[in-house]
């Protein structure tokens, strides 16, 4: 599973991309606005850091606007991905920048129906929105099941991008079920790496290893 940061802020994304395990980042206009930094200056930035897709994402409501928006936004950098709402005017957008090569990330998707639409738009990414999907009463991981078997079924190409993720157990489930990519904040990602016993291991570790009065270097 590949794993995206959702965050614009710089100093994160650089941490996060020095352990080589970060495969791409996603932002949105919250976190574009959250940073303090202009847009095109920060996506710019962040497309130098990584190499994967950086998805960006137009605020137009209107097939034209989304085309004119997302015509200055992949110019930024080549990894750049348009990030597109799942309305109808933002899977025809979607159609129409896949067909010119352009990646595009359909976000905001709160249903399996609307994931087999975007598949059907021709979408690089689908980005349901788990814990979203959670805090108003509905089981985020069971709509993730749900494409999973609806893509499969029809060997579709779009990569099931888990969006709005909380926490570790968000991570496995996606990760039990076979979803593409998940996009987390830089504070799960590093919760992930975490274990209480992985500390105290090293501790007692650590401890006899000073007793032995040796060195390696
Ligand atoms: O970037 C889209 C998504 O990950 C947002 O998450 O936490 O605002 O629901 P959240």
Redesign the pocket.
């Known amino acids: 599973m590949k794993f995206f940061a959702?965050t614009a802020e710089i100093d994160d994304i650089k941490e996060l991309a020095a352990t080589g395990l970060l495969d791409g980042v996603?932002?949105?206009p919250?976190?574009i606005h959250k940073s303090g930094r202009d847009f095109m200056e920060v996506t710019r930035e962040i497309c130098g850091i990584v190499d994967g897709p950086v998805?960006a994402e137009v605020v137009a409501l209107d097939h034209a606007t989304m085309m004119k928006e997302a015509d200055v936004l992949r110019k930024i950098a080549d990894n750049v991905c348009i990030k597109v709402p799942l309305t109808m005017d933002g899977l025809k957008t979607c159609k129409a920048l896949t067909g010119e090569g352009t990646m595009v990330n359909v976000?905001l998707c709160f249903s399996a129906n609307q994931a087999l639409l975007a598949a059907k738009a021709g979408a690089t990414f689908v980005?349901p929105?788990v814990?979203?999907h959670d805090?108003n009463g509905f089981d985020g991981m069971e709509l993730i099941r749900d494409i999973r078997l609806i893509y499969d079924n029809y060997l579709f190409d779009t990569e099931i991008l888990v969006?709005?993720?909380?926490h570790g157990i968000h991570v496995l489930e996606a990760a039990k079920i076979g979803a593409d990519v998940m996009?987390?904040?830089p504070s799960v990602i590093r919760a992930l790496f975490k274990h209480v016993l992985t500390d105290k291991g090293i501790e007692g570790f650590l401890a006899d290893w000073v007793k032995t009065g040796q060195s390696i270097v």
Not at 163 to 166: F, Q
């Open positions: 959702d996603t932002t949105n919250s976190l998805s976000t980005s929105f814990g979203r805090d969006a709005s993720v909380r996009t987390a904040p």
